[in-house]
């Protein structure tokens, strides 16, 4: 597609419920980023890929946050029992490089509300 | 990774040019400055990047001095458009395996 696309746009869950939150990236785009933005903040990094490989998860916040991208394109942040804290938007962004710099290209997001 | 300092917040009015600075004293030799701007509901979208003195482009200018421990985002004759929030960047994420780190932010107020 022309942009980065993320499904669903919007998610209530009920506290304890899995969620599972899609990113289409660019097509071509090796490296693709999840972010979590807390309302009024920053987005917060939370894992990074290239191709099928998950090479830094140090931002999850907790063992029930997973992320994966099997076939190196389409991206599934899952996040198990959720709880209240967990309410954010969830960004996913793919980079585009250029020699030695590069562009990141954002989704609009998949904003999550766990009531 | 380069910590980074920007103001929390600005106003500023229409037609005026605004000036964002941030700093970034532990920036290292490979990093690169990169701003990015976010509206409401919306992922943030590439605004400028550089290395080192000037970059120009149809949206902003970036000015880095010599010693590259701080730059400034200016946007000219802004409009009510531009109210948003401006994050800087700084690092070299962007051709190595590394993850690319966000800071909290300046959120600019544009009044008429």
Redesign the interface.
């Known amino acids: 597609g022309a942009g980065?696309s993320q499904s669903p746009r919007y998610k209530v869950a009920k506290r304890g419920q899995d969620v599972a939150l899609r990113c289409d990236p660019i097509s071509g785009h090796v490296s693709l980023?999840w972010?979590q933005q807390a309302l009024g903040?920053?987005?917060?990094?939370l894992t990074?890929f290239?191709n099928e490989a998950q090479?830094?998860k140090?931002?999850l916040p907790s063992d029930r946050f997973f992320a994966e991208r099997p076939e190196g394109s389409v991206s599934t942040l899952k996040i198990q029992r959720t709880q209240q804290e967990d309410s954010a938007v969830y960004?996913c962004?793919s980079?585009q490089?250029?020699?030695?710099?590069?562009?990141?290209?954002?989704?609009?997001?998949s904003r999550l509300t766990v009531l | 990774l380069a910590k980074t300092t920007q103001p929390i917040s600005m106003d500023s009015y229409e037609g005026q040019e605004v000036n964002i600075t941030c700093s970034h004293n532990n920036i290292a030799t490979n990093d690169y400055i990169t701003w990015y701007q976010q509206f409401p509901s919306q992922g943030p979208r590439f605004i400028i990047q550089g290395y080192k003195t000037k970059v120009t482009n149809e949206v902003a200018s970036l000015f880095i001095p010599a010693d590259r421990k701080s730059s400034t985002l200016s946007l000219p004759r802004v409009s009510l458009s531009d109210t948003a929030v401006y994050y800087c960047l700084v690092g070299d994420g962007w051709s190595s395996a590394s993850k690319i780190i966000f800071g909290s932010g300046t959120r600019l107020s544009i009044r008429p």
């Open positions: 980065v980023f972010y903040q920053g987005p917060e990094f990074y290239q090479l830094d140090s931002g960004l962004a980079l490089r250029r020699g030695g710099t590069g562009e990141l290209f954002f989704g609009e997001g």
